[in-house]
């Protein structure tokens, strides 16, 4: 399996993916909104788009599927029930569903609302997994649910991602890492990893994007930190009702109503 990370240097700094089968050369487009990188970068690769794939219908997901589609024939694939929101899906995917590009690739979809209620990640069963993650898992960082629930954030966090090998890649839908962990550095000014972290891509170019893994996620990002008392004490200084002993879910709950307006 060949990734390609796609920085677009849009204001909303959003990554596309493309990612390839090495024997035959056909390919899979992740949320290809800036069209014409993806089709520049799949024709200097020698790939051919067969497949464009929508973790979910936001415009800055999907503002690019007509003119991929139009370019290569590609069919189109997205949440099963996201048709109403997404033009002309030809598959509708569910939990467990495995898509496959050419003769070596298979990636798995997972079923992960929150950021909305139609959100789908993709999971590779590669030697080096991988996570093509949409806007629900950002590096260092959690996908807002202005369009969703935050109470399916949490399960999805919690049931789904966390128990994911830890040295899976993950490849998220835009480049937030360092405001990310501005956000875990305020929530916990001790996080030795979260320092490193941000020494290291601080000023980063988003060309050569580092990639974090679900080890370091879970020492970087806030939103997988829910038992740390660092951060339980000092949400306490936000929110001074707080349970005594609060629950996880309490804990990511108030987390991501700190960050909306962080």
Known sequence: ?????????????????????????EALAIDPLDHEKCLAEAREMGWEITQVLNTHEHFDHIGGNAEVI????????????AGDKIDGVDR????????KVGRTVELEVMDTPGHTFCHICMRSHTDQPALFCG????????????????????????????????????YPGHDYIENNLGFTLD???ENEAARDMMARVKGQDPTRA?????????GINTFFRLASPE???HL?????????EPSEEEVFTRLRELRNSW
Request: hydrophobic share 40%; with cysteine.
């Open 92 to 99: 509708g995917l569910k939990a467990g569903d495995v898509v």
């Open 70 to 81: 139009a370019a290569t024939g590609a069919r189109l694939l997205a949440h099963e029930k």
């Open 187 to 189: 929530r916990e000014p």
């Open 1 to 25: 399996m060949i990734v390609k990370q796609i920085w677009t240097a849009n204001r909303l700094r959003n990554f596309n993916y493309l990612i390839a089968c090495p024997e035959t050369g």
């Open 231 to 233: 951060v339980i004490s």
């Open 210 to 218: 580092y990639v974090t893994t679900m080890e370091e996620e879970k």
């Open 135 to 170: 806007d629900t898992l950002f590096n260092a960082g959690a996908g807002n649910t202005h369009s969703g629930r935050t109470q399916d954030l949490f399960h999805t966090f919690i049931e789904q991602l966390a128990s994911l090998p830890a040295n899976t890649l993950v």
């Open 236 to 244: 306490r200084e936000q929110f001074p009702d707080m349970s005594a």
